[in-house]
């Protein structure tokens, strides 16, 4: 399954293959998560705040390519691609295993992943720098197989989503 994330709509996703599903973020309600960590006591594997995102980790989960489209301010996601990272902790376990010296969460029931972050706005060397560390931490309790960051400008977004797409296609 090949997903795209995105924190706002796209045009170039009016006509996507019928394999890949795009979830606009920005259309959809979804709450802060809490930090009750009931999604790993009290439902495992399910979040218990019911609103949009229950629809949306589960697709996180299962995807194998995947695309975040996000602005980037103060060399993180923004916050509607940041709420929605941290509402999809069902995905992992509430236990621990060791990654290359590193202690990171147990996947539940992950597909592996290829990922694509695509980062648009204003940005400073500085900025991008500190976003591709994020990014990395991210991919390695992630388990991403693959990853790569990808900047650009706003007014790219929806052409650069098309290249990444049509790439998907060809591979």
């Not at 995105?6 to 170039?12: F, G, M, N, Q, Y």
């Not at 648009?120 to 560390?133: D, K, V």
């Amino acid at each position: 399954m090949k997903l795209i994330l995105t924190d706002c709509p796209l045009d170039s996703c009016l006509s996507l293959p019928g394999d890949v599903t795009w979830m606009d973020l920005s259309a959809l309600q979804i709450r802060n998560c809490v930090g009750c960590f009931g999604c790993w006591t009290k439902t495992p594997g399910r979040c218990v705040i019911r609103d949009d995102a229950v629809k949306v980790y589960p697709l996180i989960a299962q995807s194998d390519k995947l695309l975040y489209v996000s602005r980037v301010k103060y060399g993180g996601y923004d916050t509607i691609m940041k709420t929605m990272l941290e509402r999809a902790i069902p995905v992992q376990q509430a236990f621990l295993r060791i990654l290359d010296g590193e202690t990171h969460h147990v996947q539940r029931a992950v597909a592996p992943k290829q990922a694509t972050i695509l980062a648009y706005g204003p940005t400073s060397p500085e900025e991008q720098a500190l976003f591709r560390r994020l990014v990395d931490r991210n991919a390695r309790n992630m388990s991403f197989e693959s990853w790569r960051v990808v900047f650009c400008p706003e007014e790219q977004v929806d052409a650069r989503v098309k290249e990444e797409v049509d790439a998907w296609a060809e591979s």
